[in-house]
């Protein structure tokens, strides 16, 4: 594959796309493709491919294709490699991304986007190449894209560069990003909701107070209630983890929670979240009861005297 990679443009992209599929979600493809030094053979293409598509002599639909399928083999390969993602930063992948953020073409945004989320997916590069870059305000301008596809692949980012130990969490904030997360919770597609509940939950990870509030009074406790009712499991799975995060790290945030939803409205809800039948939705139902009881006594006796709700809790343990 390698000699082909280096052939000519006749069999490149069909070699390229090929081992793109071959590395998604397969480890041992992606390692061996990092091992044959692909990934700055492909990082090293990109340039070649970009001149290419703006030439009057060249077929640009085709190096456009090729272009985009580079950055997703890029992203392929590192997807689930902590050394890949740092060997692809070291061959300068993120001057491609930034450029491919750029691009006229909405296939190649959405690719660079792709590449991008796989990146963020290492700490370490959250908190040097990626924070010392472009790509949080290119991010935030493709929120805005004309391409559902680009507004997907973008807002699938943010949930890594919105955690605790990410730079870009403080600079997000105050370049306005709750304010857009929660607008963008009108898309009609289940994936970039999906997507900002996600951002919006990661958001509320290991935050102050101060943040969850700012959170909610956009959000809203009752536009949260809507998510948590919701009849698509994807979306009331995200929801459940933004309740368990505001419940989280201290009685303040326990008591505001509380409060603002209604004692006994919140445990109307815990009972209806006990019965789902998705693992998921239960599991962090159950983290969420946890975080309560670490409240005070009110808030424990809220969760012990309700018969229906340890009734539960405890079919859980036969």
């Not at 060249?58 to 090729?66: I, S």
């Not at 953020?101 to 690719?111: G, P």
């Not at 370049?175 to 919770?185: A, C, D, E, N, Y």
Request: aromatic share 4%; proline share 2%.
């Amino acid at each position: 594959m390698t000699k082909l990679i280096d052939a000519g443009s006749k069999h490149k992209l069909l070699v390229v796309e090929t081992l793109a599929l071959l590395c998604r979600d397969n480890d041992q493809m992606q390692r061996a493709a990092s091992d044959a030094k692909l990934i700055p053979r492909l990082i090293k293409e990109v340039p070649l491919v970009e001149k290419k598509s703006k030439s009057e002599l060249e077929d640009n639909e085709y190096f456009t294709d090729l272009h985009q399928v580079l950055l997703v083999a890029i992203g392929e390969i590192v997807s689930n490699n902590e050394e890949s993602r740092l060997y692809a930063i070291g061959e300068n992948a993120i001057s491609i991304v930034e450029r491919g953020m750029r691009n006229e073409s909405s296939k190649i945004r959405a690719a660079a986007c792709l590449l991008a989320r796989y990146l963020s997916r290492s700490a370490r590069i959250i908190h040097t190449k990626m924070s010392e870059s472009q790509i949080l305000p290119l991010i935030l301008d493709l929120l805005d894209d004309y391409s559902e596809e680009v507004r997907i692949m973008a807002s699938s980012i943010l949930p890594n560069i919105l955690l605790d130990y990410s730079p870009m969490r403080q600079i997000a904030i105050d370049k306005g990003i709750i304010s857009k997360l929660v607008f963008m919770l009108e898309e009609s597609s289940i994936e970039i909701r999906k997507n900002v509940l996600w951002s919006i939950k990661n958001l509320l990870s290991m935050s102050t107070s101060s943040i969850k509030q700012k959170v909610m009074r956009e959000l809203t406790y009752m536009r949260l209630l809507s998510f948590l009712n919701d009849s698509n499991d994807i979306i009331k799975e995200q929801a459940v983890n933004i309740l368990r995060n505001l419940v989280c790290s201290s009685v303040e945030d326990i008591t505001e929670t509380v409060n603002s939803f209604g004692r006994y409205a919140l445990e109307s809800l815990l009972v209806s979240l006990l019965k789902s039948e998705n693992e998921t939705i239960l599991l962090h139902t159950l983290y969420t009861i946890t975080n309560i009881c670490i409240g005070t006594e009110d808030h424990k006796n809220m969760i012990i005297f309700n018969d229906e709700i340890m009734k539960s809790i405890l079919a859980f343990l036969v």
